[in-house]
């Protein structure tokens, strides 16, 4: 997979921006300096695709050249209008250093890449007024069409330390009002970038326009936290008569709400694919490592592999699984089944390559009276990786992978999970820890981590894992908590990584079955 896509040489890769799927092509545009690996100089890049996983670069899309975007091309959406015309809205940065919302659009259409992109005169479309802070308003999303005939997109912002997605609506895309409320808002969270607005099916896996609405979808609102550099998201109703939506209270609404991803992963974007019916997610993983090393190895930030999106069977929460488009880079296959882990078993995945593969376990537990007693203080999912380790012996769990390992341990980063015993129910807990991915003592090596909602009545507990030399991304449970790591291994990379399923719990788990397969390189920019 060769650190996930795309790798332009030489620069760094940041925000997600406009993803669609038009005329059987994908197409992304992102945050890029063409200048250096650090910050600064930043325009859209393009790049296209046919799989989603397959890429080719094209020219930048918007570069910095008028008056309303003189002073930043920032992140924005895709929108495809009537008639099939695709148009780009994004944030600019004018010559009075406001944020204020742009459109650009293709000047041909008959050319299958959309490779030139024109920005009109009549930008801006949206600027900062009725005391809107303008410093921080930015980032519109894919806009939606009511059956009132009017568009509507949000924007991010904040008043104060308000986060806010400022609702603005119009009858030909070109002229913009702002409703006289937030479409939501949350006190005490900073600045909401990166919103994202849409609707997901009660119905099963398929994924539905952005303009649906009604009673069998709820609606999904994202929001990356300035403040925090993490994001959070809530499932609620759309109520498009009364101009609000309403979260639903099975999860909180706010920093400890539910993630796509208790990572490295930010700035994420979702799109409905027209051609497959689901809706994809892609998120930006920076880096950890320093901007010296950034300027070193000549790149920073990756994209991760993109994700199909659907709710699970409660209706509660969004499931996540890699898009099936990535099997195509499965080589050489390896399997196990019915391995008993004992306590302090560690036990080799042999036959593949550890540095670049894709890896699924279930384990089998075939006693849950050993779990340790839940403290419900524990609220924060990742401090309490940081304090039971996988090496910390619990009464089950830790229990799970050694990805990007040395032989001898001096490097390795585990995905595990843990069991705990709370009233009337067991809690899971998941954890990515960099702690000991990496020999550099500069380096930034958190412990990540999550709770699963899962019911554990068969015993059974999935995991996979998508290794990549200096990324892991892990899907617990088909999918419901999901952690992305950005490690950097010294020793074990290559073939000098190795890959181990292990149990550092007091009770025995087993390994039911685990398959893992070396994993090709796919075309990259």
Not at 318 to 330: A, D, S, T, Y
Request: charged share 25%; net charge neutral.
């Amino acid at each position: 997979m060769a650190d996930q896509f795309p790798a332009t040489t030489n620069k760094p890769r940041t925000d997600p921006n406009g993803p669609m799927y038009y005329n059987g092509v994908y197409h992304l545009f992102y945050q890029y300096n063409p200048k250096g690996a650090v910050w600064g100089n930043i325009v859209w890049a393009h790049s296209v695709s046919t799989d989603l996983i397959n890429w080719d670069p094209l020219e930048p899309a918007i570069y910095p050249t008028k008056p309303f975007d003189i002073n930043g091309c920032w992140s924005g959406s895709a929108t495809i209008l009537p008639g099939n015309k695709p148009i780009i809205l994004y944030t600019g940065i004018d010559t009075e250093n406001r944020q204020v919302q742009n459109f650009a659009v293709p000047k041909n259409l008959s050319d299958p890449y959309l490779k030139e992109w024109i920005k009109p005169d009549n930008n801006p479309l949206i600027a900062p007024a009725d005391g809107t802070n303008a410093s921080s308003f930015r980032d519109p999303t894919t806009a939606w069409w009511g059956k009132d005939g009017y568009w509507r997109l949000l924007v991010g912002n904040k008043r104060r330390n308000r986060g806010m997605a400022l609702l603005y609506k119009s009858k030909d895309f070109m002229k913009w009002k702002k409703a006289k409320h937030p479409l939501h808002s949350v006190a005490k969270m900073g600045m909401w970038e990166c919103p994202d607005f849409f609707p997901v099916s009660l119905e099963g896996e398929k994924g539905v326009d952005t303009s649906e609405n009604g009673d069998t979808v709820k609606h999904v609102l994202k929001v990356s936290l300035d403040a925090r550099r993490f994001e959070y998201y809530t499932v609620g109703r759309y109520f498009m008569e009364k101009e609000m939506y309403v979260p639903d209270n099975t999860s909180a609404d706010d920093a400890m709400g539910l993630r796509y991803d208790y990572g490295n992963f930010y700035a994420s974007k979702t799109f409905f694919d027209d051609g497959k019916k689901r809706r994809i997610l892609l998120g930006w993983a920076n880096e950890s490592d320093s901007a010296a090393d950034d300027v070193e190895k000549g790149w920073a930030g990756i994209q991760t592999i993109p994700r199909k999106l659907w709710f699970d069977r409660s209706g509660k929460q969004l499931m996540q699984w890699p898009i099936e488009e990535l099997q195509k880079l499965r080589g050489k296959e390896v399997s196990y089944s019915k391995i008993e882990l004992m306590k302090g078993s560690l036990v080799e995945v042999q036959g593949i390559t550890a540095s670049q593969a894709d890896v699924e376990v279930t384990f089998k537990l075939p006693n849950l009276d050993k779990a340790e007693p839940f403290d419900p203080t524990w609220v924060d999912p990742e401090q309490l990786c940081s304090q039971k380790g996988s090496t910390v012996q619990g009464g089950i769990g830790p229990f799970g992978l050694l990805t990007l390992a040395t032989n001898n341990l001096e490097e390795y980063t585990p995905v595990f999970f843990r069991i705990f015993k709370a009233q009337g129910k067991h809690v899971v807990l998941m954890c990515s820890d960099a702690s000991s991915s990496s020999l550099k003592t500069e380096t930034y090596k958190p412990s990540f981590g999550g709770f699963i909602d899962v019911d554990l009545s068969d015993g059974k507990l999935s995991l996979r894992s998508l290794i990549d030399h200096s990324v892991v991304e892990s899907f617990g449970a088909r999918g419901k908590t999901c952690i992305t790591s950005r490690v950097y291994p010294t020793l074990a990379v290559m073939k000098n990584a190795h890959l181990y399923a292990f149990n550092n719990g007091a009770e025995a788990v087993s390994v039911l079955n685990l398959k893992a397969w070396s994993m090709g390189s796919p075309r990259m920019n």
